[in-house]
């Protein structure tokens, strides 16, 4: 029988609409969901591939040790050595849904010490979202985005999110006096449409045209904005003077404005929400991340380890036994000796959707479920499986279970909790002041097979080129 499922697609934060045409479970075509608020049924490459990945004839569809195939059972019996020690880890890939995270959070409580738990975020994303999240900015809807009157683009927004230069471009060509304006190291395709572009140092300039919209502003910006005005002004900013003021007189004047942002400096992030405060009402931010549930898994998981906290144990010898799922850390951390690191170990277990670098050094791999393949709750929209998982494929949520019975403990039951809005006040803007001074630190961003159908599956092209050597 064939029926027509939706879904979302989870290759960035946008959560565009997507259709997916199945016959008795077999996913046979992706069609386009013309009634989608956010792409109004347009999908950008990344989307355009979503079939691919359920379909693609490099899936890990059966669990293996050293190379042969064994049953989930016997999988489960090995990988279930590990945990309960406190030599023991688990780093999960950032693709989760909320109902995972949460399964994440109990297993850390329940079978390993918290710090020896990680959610791997390749980009900063969770960094960036959890810097935001108790800064009390008003964030822009779709909705915000085609009324806004002064956009501005910080770094490249449209790579990440390509629907959201529908949104933008329509904004900006509604009325002849509207305008898009880019802040980025360097001049991009979307330097080509901007009325103001600020580029060099981003830190630097969203820091100048802060402090050129407190300077504007004058006694009617807000207290706690005035309190750093004199550690501002003394600051030597490497900004584009002119370029800064008409872009903050631009912003300011707009009855309603938006700063599109894409970053994986936390820094940045918190910046770009200082302008808007300042500047006042109807001046929102919209954030666009890579991991589409980002935001959900931060709210969901909190307090657990970092993935280089983990690995420098690995490295030091103090964690021993790693299960890994979904994560490729050795492509993840390419100026990291990760390979040499996950070599020490008496124990790794890999799980992926696909074969990559760390599960080529596991002795057992476990075949992992795509998002389209399983229930859970993405972007904050719950969202059921529009296929069975391929072969023996599981969810991460349902692997974790699996070994939580085998070593019979008890999922602990855990209560996240995020810390409350901020205060704002002269404190908060010293501190954002002496965070921006600092050179920032960009980590590496690797798509990571899972993640990024363009990247890993297209652009490598190695499985055309392993069908055509008859693999
Ligand atoms: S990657 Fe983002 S912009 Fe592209 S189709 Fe998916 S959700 Fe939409």
């Not at 103001?196 to 009617?220: F, M, N, P, Q």
């Not at 910006?221 to 007189?249: F, H, K, M, S, Y």
């Not at 969901?300 to 850390?329: H, M, Q, T, Y």
Request: hydrophobic share 45%.
């Amino acid at each position: 029988m064939t029926e027509t499922k939706h879904n979302i697609c989870t290759l960035c934060s946008m959560g565009c609409g997507l259709l997916i045409e199945v016959n008795d479970g077999f996913p046979l075509a992706l069609e386009y969901e013309a009634d989608c608020p956010v792409s109004e049924g347009a999908l950008c490459a990344k989307g355009n591939y979503a079939l691919e990945l359920l379909n693609h004839p490099f899936r890990l569809g059966e669990p293996t040790k050293n190379g042969s195939v064994i049953g989930w059972d016997a999988a489960i019996a090995e990988v279930a050595q590990a945990p309960c020690s406190p030599k023991s880890a688990l780093i999960v890939e950032g693709d989760l849904s909320d109902e995972e995270a949460r399964s994440v959070m109990e297993f850390a409580c329940a079978c390993l010490q918290p710090e020896n738990v990680a959610i791997s975020f390749s980009t900063n994303d969770d960094k960036v979202v959890r810097a935001l999240n108790n800064v009390p900015v008003p964030r822009a809807s779709i909705d915000d985005l085609k009324s806004s009157v002064c956009t501005i683009a910080v770094n490249d927004p449209f790579s990440v999110g390509p629907v959201v230069a529908r949104w933008v471009m329509r904004a900006r060509n509604a009325a002849r006096e509207n305008t898009l304006n880019v802040i980025a190291a360097s001049e991009g395709i979307i330097s080509e449409f901007a009325t103001v572009k600020l580029t060099g140092l981003v830190r630097a300039s969203l820091l100048g045209l802060l402090k050129k919209l407190i300077e504007i502003k004058g006694d009617s910006a807000p207290e706690w904005a005035r309190a750093a005005a004199d550690d501002i002004a003394g600051l030597n900013v490497p900004e584009d003077e002119a370029g800064t003021a008409r872009l903050a007189q631009e912003f300011l004047k707009a009855p309603s404005a938006a700063i599109v942002l894409s970053t994986s400096d936390p820094v940045e992030a918190r910046l770009a929400a200082g302008c808007c405060l300042v500047a006042g009402a109807a001046k929102k931010l919209f954030l666009v991340n890579e991991y589409g549930n980002a935001s959900g898994i931060s709210q969901n998981a909190v307090a657990l380890g970092s993935v280089r906290g983990i690995l420098a144990k690995v490295a030091r010898g103090e964690i021993d036994a790693l299960i890994v799922l979904g994560a490729d850390l050795v492509a993840s951390y390419p100026k990291t000796d990760v390979e040499g690191a996950l070599r020490k170990l008496r124990f790794l277990a890999a799980g992926a959707a696909f074969p990559n670098k760390t599960t080529a050094l596991a002795s057992v791999v476990l075949p992992t479920a795509i998002w389209l393949e399983k229930d859970g709750t993405f972007n904050g929209m719950p969202q059921r499986a529009v296929a069975p998982p391929t072969g023996a494929a599981l969810p991460y949520g349902d692997i974790l279970e699996m070994i939580e019975r085998e070593t019979d403990v008890k999922p602990a039951h855990v209560t996240a909790t995020l810390e409350g809005p901020i205060e704002l006040n002269g404190e908060f803007m010293a501190h954002l002041v002496s965070e921006a001074t600092e050179p920032a630190v960009a980590p590496a961003i690797i798509p990571s097979p899972t993640r990024f159908a363009d990247g890993s599956v297209t652009d490598h092209l190695s499985w055309p080129q392993a069908l055509a050597a008859g693999m």
